[in-house]
């Protein structure tokens, strides 16, 4: 008998199954808001000029591939670090901060867990309710249980903060507690500054071990405000996990370009804590890939192509503000009497728009349009050409 003989086939993927189901729609009008990534005006994957200056470069000035030191090269996590703590922050001069780069977001949150895995063995994992769905799996595959938060308030499309603040204050002492740094995914709905500052006392009250995800900076005001998160903590001089990625604000998702910082409390404790993340590496994927980083590197470090990323971000982030209040507009006028400000409450590249799954399934029968079963989303994927055909479907579902 073949070995492979009982091997169950796995679920799939339901985004990918969306996606598949959208390219085989004959309808010139469908539209995909199922995906995960940032399209321009004209529904396309943007490539920054800043980042198609850097690969001009190094194309004209080509390198050889050795292999990268473990964590990765000390002029990319360097940045890393600026761009999460502030170049001035405290904790770098003391040396109490450990960086690695990381396969994208995923990989980074990946090789935290493996490294929790061997220090806090039997801790358990909450993440939000909902989350992103590759979170679960991620620290199940590195061995923990997986638990859940409550986050999202359907009533109000904001978060329930009291519901999470009693959740997180009964979970035992070392918890790991995931955390969307800012731009929930799936639900738009993030802390404000205030209740930023409840989780941090909480965390530090009840021995709790914060792991931030930070895959969007950048996409809700800025560069500095959306890291209020990570400076918090780190004011609180609380230990913490942070997870980059550069998929969404560099737009290159393909190259797989992220990173995995770790605050300590003494620089020797860092140094300990590296030597730990290297050994989880190694066995992993050895050492990271070149290029990405090296884009985003050159990109963070000239003045210029710093300045020009700012400017294409911010446009990322002004255009997906634009079509949440386009969005909300159309919907109140079509819908009077229903509430949409969560529409532009919520920030980054998702909304939790209430929709049924009955709903969701109408918007993609009837109208070609395409969204996850739980009513999220990709408010990134709409544009000036689409959008009123988006708020006529969605509000005939809901008429
Ligand atoms: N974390 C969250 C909350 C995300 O939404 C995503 C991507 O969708 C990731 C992590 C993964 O990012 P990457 O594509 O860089 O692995």
């Known amino acids: 008998m073949s070995l492979f003989a009982n091997v169950p086939l796995a679920p799939r993927d339901p985004i990918l199954g969306l996606n598949e189901a959208y390219a085989a729609d004959p309808r010139s009008n469908k539209v995909n808001l199922g995906v995960g990534v940032y399209y321009d005006d004209n529904g396309k994957i943007p ?8 690969e001009t470069a190094m194309a004209a000035n080509p390198k050889p591939r050795g292999y990268q030191p473990i964590e990765g090269p000390a002029h990319y996590t360097t940045a890393v670090q600026h761009l999460l703590f502030g170049p001035q922050s405290p904790l770098l001069a003391e040396k109490r901060v450990v960086t690695a780069q990381g396969l994208g977001g995923t990989g980074a949150l990946r090789i935290g867990a493996d490294l929790l895995k061997r220090i806090v063995p039997d801790a358990s994992v909450y993440i939000s309710a909902p989350s992103w769905e590759n979170h679960r799996g991620i620290f199940e595959a590195a061995g ?6 409550r986050y999202f308030d359907a009533q109000t499309g904001g978060v329930d903060f009291a ?7 009964a979970a035992p002492a070392h918890s790991i507690i995931v955390l969307h740094a800012c731009c929930h995914n799936p639900t738009g709905a993030d802390l404000t500054e205030a209740q930023w500052q409840t989780v941090v006392e909480v965390c530090r009250a009840k021995a709790l071990v914060p792991f931030l995800d930070m895959a969007y900076q950048g996409f809700a005001e800025g560069i500095d405000a959306d890291a209020v998160a990570v400076r918090r903590f780190c004011d609180a001089g609380i230990p913490v996990l942070i997870s980059s990625s550069f998929s969404k604000n560099f737009s290159l998702y393909g190259e797989r370009v992220g990173a995995l910082s770790i605050v300590t409390t003494t620089a020797d404790e860092a140094a300990r804590v590296l030597s730990q993340l290297k050994r989880v590496i190694r066995t992993n994927y050895s050492n990271p890939p070149t290029h990405g980083a090296a884009l985003v590197a050159t990109v963070l470090a000239d003045s210029a192509l710093r300045q020009q ?8 982030r002004d255009r997906i503000r634009a079509m949440r209040q386009g969005l909300r507009a159309r919907l109140e006028a079509a819908v009077p009497g229903r509430d949409f400000t969560f529409v532009t409450a919520q920030r980054g590249m998702f909304s939790y728009t209430g929709l049924t799954p009955e709903q ?3 918007l993609q029968r ?7 079963r739980s009513g999220r989303i990709c408010v990134a994927a709409l544009n000036s050409h689409n959008l009123d055909t988006v708020a006529d479907a969605i509000a005939a579902v809901l008429r």
């Open 47 to 54: 490539l920054l000029a800043c980042v198609r200056e850097a």
């Open 360 to 362: 969701v399934e109408r």
């Open 366 to 372: 009837d109208f070609g349009i395409y969204a996850v």
């Open 144 to 149: 923990f249980s997986v638990r859940e938060y």
């Open 309 to 316: 990323w700012e400017t294409e971000l911010a446009g990322m």
């Open 163 to 169: 519901g999470m603040i009693a959740d997180l204050e």
